[in-house]
């Protein structure tokens, strides 16, 4: 494809989670006419999983997922930020490792003229989500989902009928993101120490650094990763999780037409309100 042949390209961002690749699906078996390019913008602090899936999705597509690597890396961009880690408050890392990368890509095609049409991964039972809104003119976003009314049965149905299924790591943890992405929740934490406990280590040295030089954030809300991998604490942890899943099963109504239509993931347990719409789609 020459630059003189292109008008409008049509771009779908895989973040490794399980929506962004539900709608890979969604678009490559309702839309094969349409020559999508999927990326997928990695700050080099992903679980293995996550490359696994994505090599996974490029054999159920066929074509390859572009990486988008940022031009300078976590290390680079925290001592910029004085040591302080990214929290809810300050989300430096989505902005310089995720938005920024694709930013760049796209950037030479948009100040051209041509029209990028950018797919995105919000559900329909999600649809009020704010923030997708295109500050460029030729830049267009477009909810799939939405527009088509698929919840989060109908992906995660779709994606068990299309022999993909879901990212390994759904089994402890249900987004993907960062190792030590500050959303997860607590006993996210616990089981990242389980079944990575090198990844858990590294966001330990991360979060000393970052106390020693005053930062006012911790990886976890209150505590330390040192204070939260105390075995009475982890018990509590442990003990406090079951207790809501224990409260979320009492008050759950099943569908009887659907009885898949209440999947319990993270999201249902915790709310899904802290979340970063780039990296946990
Ligand atoms: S996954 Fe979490 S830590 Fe990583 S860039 Fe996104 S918001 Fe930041």
Redesign the pocket.
């Known amino acids: 494809m020459t630059d003189e042949l292109v008008y409008e390209r049509h771009v779908l961002g895989l973040s490794g989670g399980r929506d962004s690749a539900a709608l890979a699906v969604y678009m490559r078996q309702n839309f094969p006419e349409l020559d999508v390019e999927y990326f997928f913008t990695d ?1 080099g ?1 992903e679980l293995p999983e996550v490359y696994e899936y994505l090599g996974r999705l490029e054999g159920f597509l066929g074509r390859p997922i572009t990486r988008l690597n940022p031009d300078r890396d976590f290390d680079f961009w925290l001592k910029q930020y004085n040591n302080f880690l ?1 929290s809810p408050q300050t ?1 430096w ?2 902005r310089q ?2 938005i920024r990368p694709f930013e760049q890509w796209v950037k030479p095609d948009l100040d051209k003229g041509i029209t990028i049409n950018s797919y995105v991964a919000i559900r329909a039972d999600e649809a009020s989500r704010g923030g997708m809104v295109s500050k460029q003119r030729n830049l267009h976003v477009h909810l799939p989902f939405v527009e088509h009314g698929l919840d989060k049965a109908a992906i995660v149905e779709l994606l068990e009928a299309s022999g993909l299924g879901l990212p390994s790591y759904y089994r402890w943890r249900s987004r993907s ?2 190792t ?4 997860q929740q607590k006993i996210e934490w616990v089981r990242l120490k389980q079944e990575h406990p090198e990844a858990y280590e590294e966001a330990k040295r991360y979060e000393k650094e970052a106390l020693a030089n005053h930062s006012p954030f911790t990886w976890s809300q209150g505590e330390s990763l040192s204070e939260l991998e105390q075995p009475k604490r982890i018990a509590q942890i442990r003990e406090n999780h079951k207790k809501r899943l224990e409260r979320l099963a009492k008050n759950r109504v099943e569908n009887p037409l659907n009885p898949n239509s209440e999947l319990v993931d993270m999201d249902d347990v915790y709310g899904s309100e802290k979340m ?1 719409l ?2 946990h789609k």
């Open positions: 700050t602090k990214p989300r890392c989505t490792l995720k993101g960062c030590f992405c500050f959303y970063c780039a990296c």
